[in-house]
């Protein structure tokens, strides 16, 4: 018993783990506070609970050993975009709004686990869409932070968010609060720089961080809080062990619950996309393989409790599993320690949280969204002519259609170029033999049949082998047994090569009998 | 040449801390800039000239206005001016009166970069809010319904009929940009909103109207399909009125009169007129556009047209091709472009097909 247990215990590192659950807790921390403020709309305890209620409910939920949920960029811009012409950010009614979407969010990605159909559909959203997608949100992000990095007022009204983004841009460096500039600044370079040397490239952030503050503070003390007018991340007193909530749904929410329901889907998708993807990518680089339906199963189970305790919703972060995989760690020991060790952290620090100022979090947010476009991740796209036109449309989309427009846009190209795909498919004329690749179906018989009736006139005996078609539909069937009415026909049999008609070898071309003898 | 990684990535930070840098150096020269500006005697336009010196408005301890001196003779003392806040209220007016900078050197040094925030080259405060936000009947009185500033500055958190949201008079005012004037919404912190509202706050001041009242001046007289017979509002008589009443001034597809540059008649109608989310938009809110043409149109003949006439020629107006809101998206934008550049010419082909028939 007592050796097992030592065992088990060796299994578990729980050293290492807690080394890891540290790195994790303050990796995210920033994130946590910088996501629901500045992107989300929300006070900062969200992002905490998110961080910590979030990351230990999908531990406990999820069997992959190397997995961190929490807060994530994406879903809380989404948050704040959908909710932005609903209500006035961080006021009551607009928090009660957010736990409904949050909540709606959870119940359809609750669907997409119980109807699997649902759940297939997921993986016809191909990469590049999602890297489009996921680009495009980067880069919205700066976008977004121009205005609390200068210390100025938020647009409320929703417009045309790259026409928003350039006058805000342009006020930025005509009216910008000078200190808050200096302040952001200072965050950024320090960010920036320290990510460069390895043993405090995790700490970057919370550094940036940390120089952020100290200059706000130093500003407030020698010019006054009245004068800098700095914003500050605000009272944390709210946050305790957990902060119970509910979900807003009144007859008179209604109408405007409906209006956010694309909104839900939006959120409910790009969570599990980045769920399934992280999972996939890790899965990978470990070399074993554990179902995405697990991580969708914890995803939805906790994205419908979460809204209950006032959290932002949770997915799977990939950077935080990659810092996770590099620190070595080996038990899902490691997420939980850092839920635990961040609720300690606020519960004892929060008066420190409390005074860090807007235009940190809004260079943290800068980074990150400058950290979503990789060039190594876009740069493969752009082999192929189509899956450059699927990303960049979904890039663009973003910005001109909306988080859900570039989705369904994204989604139709995507299903566009795979159904193109397959209604040209690869037929060739070796000799007199007419080789069919691909699928035989409606959508391709056009194709087939323009090559097929331009050989039947060249050539006296023409064999048909299709022993390379994956599939065959009804009209492909009886277009096929039409053709072996036909007198000059000939069928390849499928594995032998045999006529199937007179038993004996077909007649090869010279092309056609070099290329077997390789075989 | 192959550059080690190493390299690679100092020179990547290299550009990106040049690019802060650059970016730093252009904020603080812009910041300066506008503190000089702030600093500057103002040039004002003919108008505002006239308007302001007839208010007696200048540096002082205590201010008197003179309007009502003369109206009730009673002295209202109010709290007066530093050298700043007049030059504030001066560049406010200037705004006002030309949003467009005709009468501006320089728009950027003079009205904070104003078209920035406008699309076309036509619309000005002025066209609605008439006698630069102060509109006055022949015999001095505030006409009702026009729209004055003075006496929206004393409603200043305004209650939203139409929203149903209390709003800031500085929130109001970046509407007015976004669907009036068919523009982009300058940031509520911007010295163009800042001085707008020094000015209104002036006015309010300068007619001695009392915050939180309500005065008929204030906002639109609206004129409701319960104010008409109820035969229905009707286009083509509105068409028919439109020609006959305002054509000679905002032209007969209603795309305004402009002579050297200068906007003497603002367009209704096209791409430099006020977009469908506008609420002068007749099928979005149906009793503003009537209520304003009811009490302010036709310039020097004002009151002269019957409620349904109003409503009529409103109705008209509105289903001219104008730009598209931004909420509306990008394919009604485009849908909207397209009608602004096929309509005109073919309308105007169509009719002068008719006129010369045999």
Known sequence: M???????????????????????????????????????????YFGIYAAIWGVLFTALLNPSRIFHGGP???????????????????????????????????????????????????????????????????????FKSFAGFAGLPINTEVEWPLWIAWQTFLAMLEIGNMHAIHIGLVTLVV??????????????????????????????????????????????SAIGFVFPSIPLFTQEAMPDLISIIPGAITLALLGLFQTVAAMRRMNRKQGRYISARHGIFADSLSNCLLPFISSLPTCASFNRMWLMHAMGAVSRLAAVFSGLILLLLVLFFSDLIAIIPIPAMAATIMIVGANMIKWS?????????????????????????????????????????????????????????????GNIYYGSLPVIESLFHKAINQQDELVVDFSAVHHIDPEGVRWLAEL???????????????????????????????????? | MDLSPRAVKIIQIGLLLALLASLYSVAQSYHAERALIRQNAVTLTPGCKAKLSAYGLQPGDVYISPYIQQKTGQQVVRQGYSAEDVRAIERGCNIIDDLQGQHAENNRLERWNSTRFVRGNQTSCDHCHQGIGDKQTPDAEPQIGSL????????????????????????????????????????????LIGDVTAYSRFLSAALDLRIGNRYPEQGIDEVTASMTDKRGDDYVRGQSLYRDKCAQCHGRQGLGTVVDKQVLFPAVAGPDAFNLQSRNNFSFVSTILPGFICRNMPLGQEGTLEPQECRDIAFYISNLPRPAGDKQGPLAAAWQQVMMFVMPPLVAAVENFHANKP
Not at chain 1, 492 to 501: E, F, H
Request: net charge positive.
């Open chain 1, 2 to 44: 007592h050796a097992s247990l030592m065992n088990r215990g060796k299994d578990y590192a729980i050293g290492n783990s807690l080394l890891v659950g540290l790195t994790l807790a303050v990796v995210v921390l920033p994130q946590a506070i910088a996501f629901s403020t500045t992107l989300a709309g929300l006070p900062p």
């Open chain 1, 72 to 142: 994530n960029s994406a879903m809380s811009a989404v948050i704040g975009v959908t909710l932005l012409p609903v209500a006035p950010q961080f006021g009551n009614d607009y928090i009660g709004y957010a736990l409904s979407l949050i909540l709606m969010a959870g119940v359809f990605q609750l669907l997409f686990l119980l109807i699997p159909a649902l759940g297939r559909m997921l993986d016809f959203l191909s990469e590049p869409v999602i890297n489009g997608m996921i680009c495009g949100i980067g880069l919205f992000l700066i």
């Open chain 1, 191 to 236: 960010t920036v720089l320290a990510r460069q040397f390895q043993p405090i490239r995790n700490a970057a952030i919370l550094l940036g961080i940390i120089a952020g503050t100290l200059l706000s503070e130093y500003l407030n003390s020698r010019y006054g809080l009245e004068n800098t007018l700095i914003e500050q991340t605000a009272d944390m």
């Open chain 1, 377 to 437: 991740d876009i740069k493969p796209h752009f082999h192929n002519v189509p899956e450059a036109i699927v990303f960049s449309t979904s890039f663009i989309s973003v910005h001109i259609f909306g988080l859900f427009g570039a989705v369904i846009c994204g989604s139709l190209l995507a299903l566009a170029y795979a159904k193109w795909e397959k209604a040209h498919p690869n037929v060739s004329l070796d000799g007199n033999t007419l080789r069919i690749k």
């Open chain 1, 484 to 519: 072996r009415q036909h007198e000059k026909v000939r069928f390849m049999d499928r594995r032998s090569g045999m006529d199937r008609r007179t038993g004996k070898r077909v007649k090869h071309s010279k092309t056609d009998r070099r290329q077997r003898r390789v075989l």
């Open chain 2, 148 to 191: 004055s500033l003075g006496a929206s500055w004393v409603m200043a958190d305004m209650y939203d009929r139409f929203t149903g949201i209390l709003l800031p008079y500085e929130l109001r005012q970046m509407q007015c940009f976004i669907n009036s004037s068919n523009g982009f919404k300058p940031n509520i912190a911007d010295d």
